[in-house]
């Protein structure tokens, strides 16, 4: 998961994308899907990995 949520990232930003929010940082998972980055606060996931290693290469 965290190698395809990157390849995303990083294809966003490549196509002219501007700014992008994650809808979420933490919620659990609904019948309508899981949308948040994590499901609890300090939680490490693929997902959260992913933003903060663009945030980190981008500054």
């Known amino acids: 998961m965290g190698e395809i ?3 995303y990232l ?3 930003f490549n196509l002219g994308g501007g700014e992008l929010a994650n ?3 933490v919620g659990r998972y609904t019948q309508y899907g899981y949308w ?3 499901e609890k606060l300090n939680e490490s ?3 959260s990995e992913a933003i903060s ?3 980190n290469n981008s500054l």
């Open 36 to 38: 948040g980055t994590t």
């Open 53 to 55: 290693n663009l945030i």
């Open 10 to 12: 990083q294809t966003w």
């Open 5 to 7: 949520y990157e390849e």
């Open 23 to 25: 809808f979420s940082d």
């Open 45 to 47: 996931t693929a997902k």
